[in-house]
């Protein structure tokens, strides 16, 4: 069973930057695609970025592309996501999740589709 632990998150005014990490679990890491969600206050969880298991395709939702990085080493069992230009609207718990990506070319996920969850990590922007 994979095992994913998020850190990183914290306070941040608007414009500011922040650097989220997962670290997983597992001899499996590298078959897996990795990507983030975030629930923001009385939203559904939504899918911010993936990256295919060796790195060579991400995806981004519209609103964070320019913005975020998603980024990955294998040989470390880390994944992580860059955070550039916060906005308030950015704020929410951003979760670390994880797809057996046997193709190597999945960078979108879908919540339904998750294999397994990391416990989250809150990210606060005040304006």
């Known amino acids: 069973q994979v095992q994913l632990v998020e850190s990183g998150g914290g306070l941040v005014q608007a414009g500011g930057s922040l650097r989220l990490s997962c670290a997983a679990s597992?001899?499996?890491?590298?078959?897996?695609?990795m990507g983030w969600f975030r629930r923001a206050p009385g939203k559904e969880r939504e899918f911010v970025a993936g990256?295919?298991?060796?790195?060579?395709?991400?995806g981004y939702v519209e609103s964070v592309k320019g913005r975020f990085t998603i980024s990955r080493d294998n040989a470390k069992n880390t994944v992580w996501l860059q955070m550039n230009s916060l906005k308030p609207e950015d704020t929410a718990v951003y979760y670390c999740?994880?797809?057996?990506?046997?193709?190597?070319?999945?960078?979108?996920?879908?919540?339904?589709?998750?294999?397994?969850w990391g416990e989250g990590t809150l990210v606060t922007v005040s304006s």
């Open positions: 990256i295919s298991r060796s790195g060579g395709s991400t």
């Open positions: 999740a994880t797809k057996r990506d046997p193709f190597d070319r999945l960078s979108y996920l879908g919540a339904n589709g998750v294999d397994y």
């Open positions: 597992g001899r499996i890491f590298s078959s897996y695609a």
